[in-house]
């Protein structure tokens, strides 16, 4: 069988579709034929407009536009070149117009050259807006044709990404608290050194083999006006790493370098605080060559420092291997090395290998043990499967189970025995997605469903996925959570959020998708009474859910008279407190009277895990009813048996939420049938995270979220 067609598929042109020279095709239809062939380079200046700096926007822009704005047009590159060259090499005799035929030719050679990647790209000049500590400032990088093998000429996506994110580095502060001298090495095009001249105010050393330093002090002259008004200066030298000692200026440019000078009086070079390298190992040799010249130079202080990114390329991990252990050899330790995802220009995705000083990847707020917490750095986590997704979250809610883990290191026979990242109640951006991703994209805002089941095992099978013995669950030993920069989600278990809910309601998801739950083991339907124990914020949706299921009377009760008042303001139609001193039978039997429950509620939940209220619900259910236990406690307990078995209550546990639940929860709160926005009492930024737990652990407000890491 043939596969249907696509409606949306682009067409598909092979080069006999096209003007063939021996029908001599008049001029404008080459030309718009050659414009048709067009194949522009994914920008890196997609991430130049953005106000909050982020290493991955470009990136997933990329991404999205190739995933949300195909080619109308495709073809099939089988004869293209030939075809191309074709055009070059024919004379076009047939067109009189001398200036049209140079312009056929001159688009036939730049469509072949985009073919041939960036090393076949005629000269070209590029900016490069760089984001510095209050500002921005514009680079222009002149590239010239490549007659050689001097890949320097170009401008690598090493060089550019650590351009981009010079502003976030903290370099230690000189005594005299001068910005510190700064030498780069093998600076190429110069857009590092430059860029750091500019975000630093600091006087920098741009050196490169002589073949390339023309080109690169060109760079350096271009750019003189803006690196002098952000307070820097440059300099440029040829420096041949196999003879790190001689280091020959360049003359002609701002802040030449003074050979004769440029040796202290034991007739060594001068030291440098911060030495930068980008994309500098192409050979097995490069290693040993890069770090005798970082130690020629580099100054001896303990405040002295390395900046370097490497492409991650399979070809060249021994190099990368090699050069760590040589910087170790020389003294150097590793203050923070990570990875970034990149790519180059006319090239295909990649890696990005990269060690720097004070710059974090994916800041987490993690828990150690009992009580002790901290902030770390963690890798970004990889897209493990073609249909998951990166997600940054964007605010994250604090769960009385986080708390629980913060306080004792332990949920029944879930205990924190190595560090864990904290956190579960969270809504983000989509950052990147799987191959196969169809239903998300970059830019889209989710709610994150943070329980993913084996989907293979009889519980799932019977959708009863929350109840998977293999569930890996954020921020549940030994799984991390949410309250980090990234996260990684299956994109079925990410869900977009209306354009009229917030990302902090979005958060509020997580809680309303476990009320949600909770309502439907209890059966809550048209009519009902029901009572809800505990009004915290689970207590509280349990009962805004319940409403919004139809039942008629909903009863909070809770021991803290103002949680009551915002209950009875919020879904409750009757509040409820108990007394000092009565029993749980009296107080059941106080409760239905007062209540007007008649010979008992329908339903019972208990949300708050207390075992006099677990007791007192038992006794104030009616005959045949329903009682539900949502809320976490001791793990032993008394239970009235007898009452239970008497009375034949329906007794069910609810844990998390299973299919469907967390999709109710979104139509719910987007539909105005569940309100969340009121049960929001505090925002703090990530950096404040600690102290929104005590807080909460104090009792103080309903629901806090945590911000994102910027």
């Known amino acids: ?82 075809y191309l060259t074709s055009i070059i090499g024919n004379d076009l005799a047939w067109i009189q117009d001398d200036n049209m035929k140079e312009e056929i030719w001159e688009q036939a050679s730049l469509r072949l050259g985009e073919r041939s990647g960036r090393s076949a790209m005629p000269a070209m000049s590029r900016k490069f807006r760089i984001l510095m500590k209050s500002g921005r400032v514009d680079i222009t990088i002149h590239e010239p044709a490549m007659t050689e093998d001097n890949l320097g000429l170009k401008t690598w996506a090493a060089s550019y990404m650590l351009s981009k994110r010079l502003h976030t580095i903290k370099l230690p502060q000189s005594k005299d608290k001068r910005p510190p001298r700064m030498l780069e090495l093998g600076s190429g095009t110069g857009l590092v050194g430059i860029a750091a001249a500019a975000v630093f105010g600091s006087s920098v050393l741009l050196t490169d083999l002589a073949e390339i330093t023309p080109n690169l002090a060109r760079n350096v002259e271009d750019n003189r006006i803006a690196i002098e008004q952000c307070g820097g200066s440059l300099e440029c030298a040829a420096l041949d790493w196999s003879e790190p000692l001689t280091c020959q200026s360049y003359p002609g440019v701002l802040g030449q370098v003074d050979d004769a000078s440029n040796t202290t009086q034991n007739g060594s070079p001068p030291k440098y605080p911060v030495m930068l390298a980008a994309d500098s190992l192409y050979s097995p040799e490069h290693p040993r060559l890069l770090v005798q010249t970082i130690d020629t130079w580099l100054s001896p202080e303990s405040t002295a420092r390395v900046i370097v990114e490497f492409p991650f390329r399979d070809a060249y991990i021994p190099e990368l291997s090699d050069f760590k252990k040589r910087m170790t050899s020389i003294g150097l330790c590793i203050i923070e090395e990570g990875e970034e995802s990149g790519y180059d220009d006319w090239a295909s995705e990649g890696r990005v290998f990269r060690m720097s000083s004070e710059v974090t990847l994916n800041p987490s707020f993690i828990l150690h043990s009992q009580g002790k917490v901290t902030f770390e750095d963690r890798p970004i986590p990889d897209l493990k499967s073609f249909y998951d997704v990166l997600v940054k979250p964007q605010w994250t809610g604090i769960c009385g189970s986080d708390v629980h883990y913060w306080v004792h290191g332990r949920i029944g026979h879930f205990i924190v025995n190595t560090p864990m990242v904290l956190g579960h109640e969270s809504a983000g951006t989509v950052s990147a997605i799987g191959a196969h991703v169809t239903s998300l994209k970059v830019g889209d805002r989710v709610a994150m469903e943070p329980g993913v089941p084996c989907r293979r095992c009889v519980r799932c099978k019977d959708g009863k996925y929350n109840l998977c013995p293999d569930m890996a669950f954020a921020a549940t030993p030994p799984y991390d959570g949410t309250l980090a920069r990234y996260y990684v989600l299956p994109e079925d278990y990410c869900y977009k959020l209306p354009a009229g809910m917030s990302m902090e309601e979005g958060a509020l998801i997580e809680p309303t998708a476990v009320a949600v739950h909770i309502c439907k083991q209890g059966g809550v339907k048209p009519g009902d009474s029901l009572v809800v124990f505990g009004a915290g914020p689970v207590g509280l949706l349990c009962a805004a859910v319940g409403r919004s299921f139809g039942a008629k009377k909903v009863v909070s009760v809770d021991v803290n008279e103002e949680r009551l008042k915002f209950a009875k303001g919020y879904a409750a139609t009757d509040v409820w407190r108990s007394k000092a001193g009565e029993t749980v039978e009296e107080g059941a039997k106080r409760l239905v009277e007062e209540c007007g429950l008649g010979a008992g509620a329908d339903v019972i939940i208990d949300a708050s895990g207390a075992e006099p209220c677990i007791q007192m619900s038992v006794h104030a259910c009616r005959i045949g009813g329903t009682y539900v236990q949502g809320g976490m406690g001791k793990p032993d307990i008394q239970w009235p048996i007898m009452a239970m078995c008497t009375k034949e209550l329906n007794v069910k546990g609810s844990f998390r939420y299973g299919s469907g639940d967390y999709q109710l929860a979104v139509d719910l709160v987007a539909s105005g049938k569940v309100s969340v926005k009121e049960l929001i009492t505090g925002k703090v930024k990530f950096e404040d995270a600690e102290e929104a737990f005590k807080d909460v652990k104090a009792g103080k407000g309903i629901k806090i979220l945590i911000e994102g890491p910027k």
């Open 1 to 82: 069988m043939e596969p249907a067609a696509d409606e949306n598929a682009a067409e598909m042109l092979h080069v006999f579709d096209f003007p063939q020279l021996y029908t001599k095709p008049t001029a404008q239809s080459l030309l718009n034929t050659l414009t048709l062939l067009t194949s522009a380079p994914p920008s890196w200046e997609c991430s130049d407009s953005e106000e909050e700096y982020d290493m991955s926007v470009g990136l997933n822009k990329r991404r999205a536009s190739a995933a949300t704005k195909p080619r109308p047009v495709q073809v099939n590159p089988e004869g293209l070149t030939r």
